[in-house]
């Protein structure tokens, strides 16, 4: 079985601009979670989708946000870039509503100049 | 409000056994669970406690108590692939609060 897949693996955008993360999840997971991973901060939860709707949101503004499409595929969209967003962008999926173990993808490495 | 610490690094040496800690404060908590994340890596699974008590997996541990709000990843007879870092995350109803991380340093 595929694991968690992540597009693009890194990117540089300039202040202003806004960017698309996509990720795919292990197949037959319904669950995606998306995270925010930086040096001085750790993981950061920004979001979790599952079937298509926002189950619950971190304490991120309003510049982030995500989708999920009917087939569990997930995009997060980050708008009017700032340098503070460079970071790498985890996605993890999960088998039920519930499940504890989450499979994270590569990431994407997204730098901000 | 909501928090977990663990040790910023800890250092051990090959063939040793680490423990590393992990308090938590916060809401609507029913589990603990470990991650491993190596250098340029994803983080991995390795454990989760829904119950107090010790859960044993290989060379890997954890241990949780709720009446303490604290766990702890044990790692026993250490290589040094376990150099990596070490994530605990507490598992709550709306989603999962990770650590900051604990850098695992193995010398030879």
């Known amino acids: 079985k595929a694991g968690v897949t992540q597009t693009p693996r890194y990117l540089i955008k300039t202040r202003g601009q806004q960017v698309t993360l996509s990720c795919s999840p292990i197949?037959?997971?319904?669950?995606v979670s998306w995270y925010q991973q930086t040096p001085g901060q750790g993981l950061q939860f920004l979001f979790e989708y599952f079937s298509e709707t926002q189950r619950n949101k971190g304490n991120f503004p309003g510049r982030f946000s995500g989708r999920q499409f009917s087939n569990s595929r997930s995009e997060m969209n980050v708008s009017t870039l700032e340098l503070g967003d460079s970071a790498l962008y985890l996605c993890?999926?999960?088998?039920?509503?519930?499940?504890?173990?989450?499979?994270f993808g590569p990431g994407t490495r997204l730098t901000v100049t | 409000g909501q928090s977990l610490e663990q040790p910023s690094e800890v250092t051990a040496v090959e063939g040793a056994i680490v423990q590393i800690n992990c308090t938590y404060q916060?809401?609507?908590?029913?589990?603990l669970s470990w991650y491993q994340q190596h250098d340029g890596g994803a983080p991995t699974f390795l454990s989760y406690n829904g119950l107090d008590g010790l859960e044993e997996t290989g060379r890997f541990s954890s241990f949780l108590s709720r009446s303490d709000s604290y766990g702890y990843l044990l790692l026993q007879e250490l290589q040094m692939k376990d150099s990596a870092s070490y994530f605990c995350?507490?598992?709550?109803?709306?989603?999962?609060?990770f650590g900051k991380g604990t850098r695992l340093h193995i010398l030879p």
């Open positions: 197949s037959g997971h319904r669950s």
């Open positions: 995350a507490v598992n709550r109803d709306d989603k999962i609060i």
């Open positions: 916060t809401s609507g908590f029913y589990g």
């Open positions: 993890a999926s999960v088998q039920g509503q519930n499940s504890y173990e989450q499979y």
